[in-house]
């Protein structure tokens, strides 16, 4: 089969574990109403759910359409706090939640510098070009104090995750 594009891989990545705490970090918030800086330590205590953390290429990009689609279309929400992840801009999460009809279901962090995804050891060069990252696509399901209770990050590019396994993970 011919594809309009290479599929890269990733190589090891230096990812937390199951049984790991997950870095907090803090970024600008999007939900369908508004953005401000929060911490993932606050959206983990808010419920008693465990969190769902998906970091995901920038919004647009075909492969955050399809996680997104997939996270609707399955209902995560109703079991778990489901969060995105990605060096999209607010204004461009507040697009993609009103695209794939996900207002007021999940929230997704900006992070424009790819801070985040460094310090969980899933940065990667975007398509080759000079200072351009973007987090690998990955899942890290959390319980109530930030321990990673199943982590799935991508060897290649593009790559999904297993959304059977991760909803074994929370249901």
Known sequence: ???????????PADHPEEGDEAPDFTRPLVNHE???DVSLDEVVAREDDPTVLLFHPMDGAFPA??????????????????VGLSISTPYAHERLLEERDLEGEVELFSDPGNGVAEAYGIAHDLDGMEGIEEPRPAVFVLDDDRTVEY???????????DYDEVESAFR
């Open 65 to 82: 359409t399809y996680v997104w689609n997939e996270v609707r279309d399955r209902g995560w929400v109703e079991d778990a706090t489901v």
């Open 34 to 36: 508004y953005w401000g």
């Open 1 to 11: 089969m011919d594809l309009d594009f290479d599929v890269v891989d990733l190589g």
């Open 151 to 161: 982590a799935w990050v991508a060897t290649e590019w593009p790559d999904l995750p």
